[in-house]
């Protein structure tokens, strides 16, 4: 179904922020049984960037903002409304969103955090496109930003050799257009049947904190693996599917695909399902890993930069993440 809006909402101008500290396959060689070989084959990893002491989401998110706006040419004064969206937040109120609003000086903004892990930024890019498209808002922030090391078991090799931190923004801005033009569609699922696929068992509003709950390591990320592999390729292809049908596009119409950033045989095989080349498929999971929320943000902003990326083109995003949670977003840039 395609859905008429009397508004386009284009992207004015991305930004990222990754931590300086650099976590190589050798560094993780040193503290646990795993080898530099083995991550690479089966992820594509080689190094992750790690948060400072100070660093938080916030704080990164805070600063892949500033390089959105500055390249938008946006005052911080015109944003209307601030989207963080995080699962790894810096406390649990107020939201994260509100110390970016701090952080920016963005005094005429709301702001607020959504929860939908790796699949947050398409999530948060689908809640501003509907205040765009429908003319409530004339400039919107969406921001991904992780620290996923905080979350993470380091003994547990099954998990920590997987994640990464960091920020990505987007600058966006409501424009009057006789033509589709800037976020196409936004296409968003859950399923909830599957919530312990990937979950963090401790939850404060569950049990109280405990140092139990501590001693179990409930606060650190559990995973399935391998059936959350099979159930990425499905739902990121479905997805896929769904936004260029739903705007009469074909698989031969796209030009990029900016691919959440979690395993490079994910990548590839969504890639290769879809049946567009990997050297249209931004990938830049090698150096940062997967930073959750932050991973498509901070991939579109480095495609855009290296020139991977140019006005006109069908750019696809596609997701999936703990919830389950799943989507895909379709941009003529
Ligand atoms: N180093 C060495 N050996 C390891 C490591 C490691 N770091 N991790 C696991 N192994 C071992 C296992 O113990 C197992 O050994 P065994 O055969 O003796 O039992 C063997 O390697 C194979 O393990 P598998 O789990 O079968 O490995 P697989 O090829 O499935 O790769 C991986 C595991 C990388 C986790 C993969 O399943 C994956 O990427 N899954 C998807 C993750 C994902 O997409 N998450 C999505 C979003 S994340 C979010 O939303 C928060």
Not at 126 to 134: D, M, N, V
Not at 266 to 276: G, M
């Amino acid at each position: 179904m395609t859905y008429r809006f009397p508004y386009n909402a284009r992207i004015l101008g991305t930004g990222s922020c990754l931590p300086e500290k650099v976590l190589t396959n050798q560094d993780l060689e040193k503290t646990l049984d795993t080898s530099d070989q083995w991550i690479r084959e089966r992820t594509g990893i080689r190094e992750r960037r790690i948060a400072a002491k100070g660093e938080s989401s916030s704080t990164l998110g805070a600063r892949a903002a500033r390089q959105a706006l500055s390249r938008a040419g946006v005052a911080v004064e015109e944003v209307e409304l601030i989207i963080v969206c995080t699962s790894t937040p810096d406390v649990i109120y107020p939201s994260t969103a509100c110390f970016v609003q701090r952080e920016l000086g963005a005094a005429n903004a709301a702001a607020f955090d959504i929860s939908a892990v790796c699949s947050g930024f398409v999530f948060g890019l689908s809640i501003a496109e509907q205040y765009l498209k429908t003319g409530r808002y004339k400039t919107v922030l969406v921001i991904g930003a992780e620290v996923n090391s905080r979350l993470m078991d380091w003994t547990d090799r099954t998990t920590c050799i997987l994640f990464g931190d960091g920020a990505g923004a987007v600058v966006l801005r409501r424009e009057e257009s006789e033509e589709p033009a800037g976020i196409l569609s936004t296409h968003i699922f859950s399923d909830g049947n599957r919530a312990d696929m990937l979950i963090v068992p401790g939850g404060i509003g569950k049990e109280p904190v405990s140092t139990q709950a501590v001693e179990d390591k409930l606060y650190t990320l559990k995973m399935d693996g391998q059936a959350t592999f099979k159930v990425a390729v499905k739902r990121m292809v479905e997805a896929s599917k769904e936004a260029l049908a739903c705007n009469g596009l074909t698989l031969e119409d796209l030009k990029v695909i900016v691919p959440h950033q979690a395993n490079m045989r994910i990548i590839e095989a969504v890639a290769d399902k879809l049946k567009v080349d990997i050297s249209r498929t931004m990938v830049n999971l090698d150096r940062y890993g997967n930073t959750g929320g932050a991973s498509i943000p901070i991939a579109l902003n480095e495609a855009v930069e290296n020139g991977m990326i140019n006005p006109g083109d069908l750019v696809l995003l596609t997701v999936l993440g703990a919830g389950l949670t799943w989507g895909a977003g379709l941009i003529r840039w």
